[in-house]
């Protein structure tokens, strides 16, 4: 079970929704009963609505040729996962329901319902303002930028680490960077039988990598003049003798 935690100056849910949208590889369909997964088959308008390619033999497709009113309604699931290897790695699920619009090649789908799952719970994001919402700017580059930070600067997570409360690294054997947007970053606090995040957000939201890359220098030299957590001191202690 997760910690309970204050997201502070945390993207809002529609601006969350669009983000899980650009970011998502696939996404499951269902239509009419049936159900597909695709992979790279979608792309999204700047209003939010998704292009789907099918092959002309899916179950969708004929959902679509024997629709009595020729559009027929849908829901369209994507899943949120963290890029790098935690517990519970879904960060979150959106749901989008709709109708599909048929097109020379593919198919339309615009959203008329629109739920995002997170971890606090689920939250009906109006459409208007999910049509509005852009997603963050990170969105697409997150999953580079934190298997970087996992893999080549372990010793930057840790440094970060001074940043948290010492009651929320009580007991915590791992941690590692679970998401980046452009108003912080978020740890993934792991323990022998729970888990629980952090957020550290930055001082002013980052709108490309460069911002990025100087709020981050300013989280590891707020880290380096903060002292060491005595949760993790011990945790070297005992690790390494």
Known sequence: MGDSHTWTAAPAAAEQARSVLAAAWSCAVTAEGGREEYVGAHTVSDDGRVRLCVPEDSVLSAVVVCAPRGEPSGVLEFADVAPV??????????????????????????????????????????????????PDPLA??????????????????????????????????????????????????????????VRLPFHTPADDLAQLTERMHVLLAQASAASCPRALQRQRTDRDR
């Open 85 to 134: 290897p935690v517990r519970g790695r879904v960060r979150a699920r959106l749901w989008l329901a709709g109708r599909f619009t048929p097109g020379e090649d593919h198919l339309f789908f615009e959203p008329t319902r629109v739920v995002l799952r997170r971890p606090s719970g689920a939250v009906v994001v109006d459409p208007d303002e999910f049509a509005a919402a852009r």
């Open 140 to 197: 697409t580059a997150e999953a580079r930028l934190l298997t970087h930070l996992a893999d080549c600067h372990g010793d930057a997570v840790e440094r970060l680490t001074r940043l948290v409360d010492a009651d929320s690294l009580h007991g915590a054997v791992r941690v590692r960077p679970l998401a980046v947007d452009r108003h912080g970053l978020t740890l993934r606090i792991e323990r022998l039988r729970s888990h629980g995040d």
